[in-house]
């Protein structure tokens, strides 16, 4: 087995009442000598308790190398990648989201597909599913439909930005623009850009919370859909688009499945035009805070 030294980079924002849960699953997570984990970073632009939470967490484990960095004002996301990559060290670059929960050997099974051929492996992002809720049933639907696609191999729905690793070679010198939302699909169109492989490991799994109300599912679709279009002549420059024919394939296959979740999907959807209509121009790369999945 090849020895990885790894940076784990979070980028948090006003994460008070999940990060505490991300914090023991982070403390589970098989650290050995084949994938030591040199050094963690937060990237903090909270205004809420997380960085005195962070703080904590870093005395009650001094053998644990932790940085934090707070931002008196908000920055985004793409500004808390770029600092983690230039601060990183070791081989493998661990990015997670501060409101998930990791599985067992999840960092294990993300840094076991990295080497000098490939340069990113994706996580398999699993719903957490409250079966009451229309729109947390719309959400788990759209995981399960994106996932049966990734199990197809590359495309554009690949990398999901909740958990990935990143070779730090590749990623060391990279600067992500400030304006770009969907920052986990321009990364992998970088790291194709430099024939380097993108893979998906269906056992690095995660869990992550969907939303709970119309609000917040139409703005996660909204934002996924512009980040898209922004950088869609990278898409189309890799071919990874994926076809007509599959995507209804695997969605007809999933509804088949799941035909609660697929109505529920349906019914979502159809509010969707207005709100895109109505909510477009406002979307800026600054991560809207979903609040139904703070809680």
Known sequence: MIERKITVGIPTFNEEKNILKFFESLQKQNNNETNKIEKIIFIDDSSDNTPNLIQEFKKKNPLLNIELIHNANRKGASNAWNIIFKKSIGDVVILLDADITLEKNCIANLCNKIDQNTGLCASNTVPIIEENNIFSRASGFIAFWLRSIRMHGISQYTTMGRALAVYTQDVKDLEI???????????????????????????????????????????????????????KEYTKKFSIDISTSMALKEFIKNAIKYPKYCLALIYCYSRLPFSYLKHRKKVSYLWETATSTKE
């Open 177 to 231: 623009p400030n304006n770009i939302i969907a920052i986990d699909l321009y990364l992998q169109c970088k790291i194709m850009e430099k024939r380097k492989n993108v893979v998906y490991n269906d056992n690095a799994i995660i869990y992550f919370k969907t939303p709970l109300n119309l609000d917040d599912f139409l703005s996660q679709v909204t934002r996924a859909i512009i980040g898209h279009k922004q950088i």
